[in-house]
């Protein structure tokens, strides 16, 4: 059985950095793209950052444009774990994080249906 398990997240203000961590039982997180989502109230579930699965070549991630250079995407295999490293974070980025599992493209999707599995969300909050 497949659970994801986001932490990390709080109240921070304008200008601050968070490090966001989903621990996933039941796969292995090497295995499969893992990519962070998040939604903000009123609006649509919206894609933020994704790493595909480890391969013998290289490892690819992809970004939101608003969050490119500020945001990264990682992954400890030991630990099972992704992170999301979030700096100079602003108001805008205020929102519920999900982190999620696609068990079948390999590829660092931006889409939502392609993930199989998602964790339950961590509340991010930016004052200004």
């Known amino acids: 059985q497949v659970q994801l398990v986001e932490s990390g997240g709080g109240l921070v203000q304008a200008g601050g950095s968070l490090r966001l961590a989903c621990v996933a039982s039941g796969i292995t997180v090497e295995s499969y793209s893992m990519g962070w989502f998040r939604q903000a109230p009123g609006k649509e579930r919206e894609f933020v950052a994704a790493?595909?699965?480890?391969?013998?070549?290289?490892?690819?991630?992809n970004y939101q444009d608003s969050v490119r250079g500020r945001f990264t995407i990682s992954r400890d295999n030991a630990k099972s774990t992704i992170y999301l490293q979030m700096n100079t974070l602003k108001p805008e980025d205020t929102a519920v994080y999900y982190c999620?599992?696609?068990?079948?493209?390999?590829?660092?999707?931006?889409?939502?249906?392609?993930?199989?599995?998602w964790g339950q969300g961590t509340l991010v909050t930016v004052s200004s």
């Open positions: 790493i595909n699965r480890r391969n013998l070549y290289s490892t690819y991630t």
């Open positions: 999620a599992a696609d068990l079948r493209t390999g590829l660092p999707s931006r889409s939502p249906p392609d993930y199989d599995y």
